[in-house]
């Protein structure tokens, strides 16, 4: 049974995920929206995505005008997940840091290597 929890709440919670974020990483975010939906329609227990190009891909003679990256965050599949308001709270954290490093070009083996798989 999923935690029940109002969409406000949840995006408060996005929130203060992203206020993690040491203030010298953050400062280098730019054009990258976050997105709070229920659920990825290609799967329906994942729990984050980022789309876009990272930054160490970025070739910057071609990339003026780019549309923002986006980070997505799917609360219906980390609702159904976990099992307390707690569980929840450390659940987005965890998303979305591991999203905001894909945007900083760490891939999931080296995101597993430093506990954030």
């Known amino acids: 049974m999923p935690v029940p929890m109002s969409e406000d709440r949840f995006e408060e919670l996005v929130g203060d995920a992203l206020d993690l974020i040491p203030p010298e990483l953050s400062q280098a975010i730019d054009n990258v929206v976050v997105l709070i939906e229920p659920r990825s329609d290609e799967d329906p227990h994942l729990l984050g995505l980022y789309h876009g190009i990272a930054l160490t891909d970025r070739d910057y003679s071609h990339y003026g005008g780019a549309l923002p990256d986006t980070i997505t965050i799917y609360r219906d599949a980390i609702l159904e997940m976990c ?4 569980e929840v709270v450390e659940e987005v954290a965890i998303t979305v840091i591991h999203e905001i490093a894909h945007y900083f070009g760490i891939d999931d083996e080296r995101l ?5 798989g």
């Open 112 to 116: 597993h290597q430093l506990g954030w």
């Open 83 to 86: 099992r307390s308001e707690e």
